[in-house]
């Protein structure tokens, strides 16, 4: 068990005061077994007009933000803390139909599962279904988790790691090609390939904490986490973290979950002005345990 503090800060300038939009924010974390919410607390500048709290569709906790006055500053500080507790569920607890690769979902799992087996991504050679079955042996005796491992293991060390001005996400054939991404590109490859071989996936956002690089804080225009989720029977919605090779939860904090990774988007607004009124903007994570002060979080 251990205790995890968060605190999330994201400010923008403008050279001259702009009317915000509505902005959407998704930073509390999803409450679980394996992690409790023990304390939360969102400033924001200017004072907002209006703070609603509403559920999206896949039960994520989203702030809905309204300002009144134009500003040249806006800025949001976020902190959490909870308790984690490390969780592994693989073979030992998956289903004995599923240990094997393949197996079908059950008729009634398979109904709410449909959309995150679907591949959402063009691939018309099929360039990332050849890439994903190359990792899966020859023969019955094909293991689920061997599979899925391996697969996380080999974006890890096959791929390069690299932080991306650029908005969005990178198609999972165009990560592929280049050997490069971003952890989010990584995160949909392997949900991609994933779904190639038939099985559940989702994308996941939020926090990491890093052992080995305590001392440093990150700043940019990036730097939340994201990793997928595997729906494997018996074992449910497993983890894997391929930009770091982490299978189960080990160091993750889940926030938001969703089919595709528009849809988990931690800040998204708008503002009323000119392209050329943006000025600057600046992310500062921190991910602490315990009473530790020197924890980062990877950025996206």
């Known amino acids: 068990m251990t205790i995890f503090s968060v605190r999330h800060i994201t400010s923008y300038r403008y050279r001259r005061p702009v009317l915000f939009g509505q902005h959407r924010l998704m930073f509390r974390p999803r409450d679980s077994f394996d992690q409790t919410q023990l304390d939360c607390r969102l400033d924001v500048h200017p004072t907002p007009k209006a703070v609603r ?3 999206d569709v896949f039960g994520n906790c989203i702030a809905l933000i309204d300002f009144a006055d134009p500003e040249a500053e806006l800025s949001f500080e976020t902190s959490i803390r909870l308790d984690h507790t490390a ?5 030992l607890e998956t289903d004995m139909a599923a240990l094997t690769f393949p197996f079908a979902y059950e008729p009634d799992e398979a109904i709410d599962l449909e959309r995150t087996i679907e591949r959402h991504y063009p691939d018309p050679g099929d360039e990332v279904g050849k890439w994903a079955r190359q990792f899966v042996p020859v023969g019955p005796q094909a293991r689920t988790g061997h599979v899925l491992m391996t697969l996380c293991f080999a974006i890890h060390d096959g791929f390069s790691y690299v932080r991306r001005s650029e908005h969005g996400t990178q198609p999972p054939v165009e990560t592929l090609r280049l050997r ?42 990036g730097s939340t986490h994201a990793w997928c989720q595997v729906y494997i029977p018996g074992a449910g919605w497993v983890e894997f973290d391929p930009t770091n090779g982490i299978v189960g939860n080990r160091d993750l904090i889940r926030v ?7 849809q988990a988007i931690p800040l998204s607004g708008s503002y009323d002005g000119g392209a050329d009124d943006f000025d600057s903007m600046l992310v500062q994570v921190n991910v602490t345990t315990g009473t ?9």
């Not at 530790?292 to 996206?300: I, L, M, Y």
């Open 53 to 55: 709290w509403v559920h």
């Open 180 to 221: 490069k991404g971003s952890c989010r590109d990584f995160a949909l490859l392997m949900m991609e390939a994933t779904r190639s071989l038939g099985l559940a996936a989702r994308f996941v956002t939020g926090y990491i904490y890093v052992q080995d690089r305590d001392g440093s804080v990150t700043i940019g225009g």
């Open 87 to 91: 969780h592994v569920p693989l073979d």
């Open 292 to 300: 530790s002060e020197t924890a980062v979080a990877t950025p996206a």
């Open 256 to 262: 938001g979950v969703a089919r595709d990774p528009r």
